[in-house]
């Protein structure tokens, strides 16, 4: 059974240029989660979606970023433009109301470098 | 406010070595879910254990154990004859109450275990 995928693994660009990450929640989980990890911050929540609706964006440091949901399998977190301070491991996670460990399911990440 | 503190930014260990790390939450709410996550050197992130506020009993899987104390506000997490393969940063983190079975998860900063042979 597939995880979480995200993608890119890695993305390496410069200042000023559109950044899309992509994230593939498990088949039937109806939440679905983006936090950022930085050595400074830690792990922050930065939006999170309940049947493709976002629920709760206060986490989004700014009006650069931008995150949708289309539908139950696909969602993008946006940033642009993009700045070095925006480099950071960008996780996506899934979760399903009806999992009785409450579990968060988390992809393997997208590595962000901002030039 | 909620707010989940681990102070130990890193811990040093040789092998077979029992091991605790320390985790403080802090919440306003009645019900509440604490967690522990694994993030090995790969990079993701791997769940442990949740618990749910009501329920303070000691909780051992395997070399885990988990020793929660709603007086102290605290959720230890101990590994007993730890392993070179236990090396990673582990994530304590606190639940806002989103849905029965679903949490909007609060971390702490991290403790790096280092396990040396």
Redesign the interface.
Known sequence: DAGVIQSPRHEVTEMGQEVTLRCKPISGHDYLFWYRQTMMRGLELLIYFNNNVPIDDSGMPEDRFSAKMPNASFSTLKIQPSEPRDSAVYFCASSFEGEATGELFFGEGSRLTVL | AQKVTQAQTEISVVEKEDVTLDCVYETRDTTY?L?W?KQPP????V?LI?RNSFDEQNEISGRYSWNFQKSTSSFNFTITASQVVDSAVY?CAL?GH?????????????TRLQVFP
């Open positions: 879910y967690f996550y790969s990079g993701e992130l769940f949740r994530f639940s989103l849905s029965y079975n679903t949490d909007k998860l609060i971390f702490g900063t991290g």
